[in-house]
């Protein structure tokens, strides 16, 4: 999804000498071939964007695999990226780096500063690793590393496998297929009184864009939209959109996983970037994307 978003925003910029791999093509858990590939291709530019990522189930299920692969994935990266002089790397990392009872909004400074949410810590702990590996490279070698956090993220090319997807994908998809199967309710996890922020893919990789001209500074930097609502009016939001009728039945035998992880988004805004697109066209956009490729994405 951000890798896609990533690459119409380069080219909607006129870029066409635009480097990217599928997984299958290289398994950037592969140490040589990452290097191999660093060596043949020598990029100036990188944008990290590639992980293992998941929701809330998959986060808690693949503890090993969202740790081991994660810490492969940008060791490899960050290492080949200085041995072969990149320009400039940009990293990904997440909102869920942030201690679970850290006041909110988060500010960048609050990094570990307590205890991780347990349900995504191992993921959490890579992504804090690759934040520490873009600056270490920073401190010791002077590579141009820098890192932005991400709020929740939702677009096109998302992932709908509901044991693996985040809310929101998972939202749409439940209930658009209640509305096609005259179903009576939806059943939504956890309790519905966790907030999560949601910010638009395209937006992100605006702000990506935005970041890798203009900001050159150990800090990370977080990205968001600055406002949250509760799971519970997400699914309000999700029905409407859907024009599902039926009822809302929340299993609380399913995580509720962290209360709030809202950004706080004051250096990007005193930067002079913004999000464009809000939440409710957001979601309406998601969901004709959805309808267009539902084939694709629903196997
Ligand atoms: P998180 O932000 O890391 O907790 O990841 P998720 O996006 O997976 O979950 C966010 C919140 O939405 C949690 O409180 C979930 O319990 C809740 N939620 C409600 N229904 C669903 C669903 O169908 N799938 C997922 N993934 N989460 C859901």
Redesign the pocket.
Known sequence: MVGSALVRKLQAEGYSNIIIRTSSELDLRNQAAVADFFAQERPDYVFLAAAKVG???A?NTYRAEFLYDNLLIESNIIHSAYQTEVKKLLFLGSS?IYPKMAPQPLKEEYLLSGYLEP??EPYAIAKITGIKLCEAYRDQYGCDFISAMPT?LYGPNDNYD?NG????P??IR?FHEAKVNDQPFV????T?S?R?EFLHADDLADACFFLMEHYNDELFVNVGTGEDVT?REL?ELVKETVGFEGELRWNTE?????PR?LMDVSRLHAMGWKHTTELKEGVERTYQDFLANEVLYVE
């Open positions: 929701g809330i189930l986060n869920c349900t995504n929740n509901l997807s985040h809310v929101l998972a939202l439940k059943e939504v996890w956890g519905g966790p999560r799971i699914a399913k995580p509720d996983g962290t992880k």
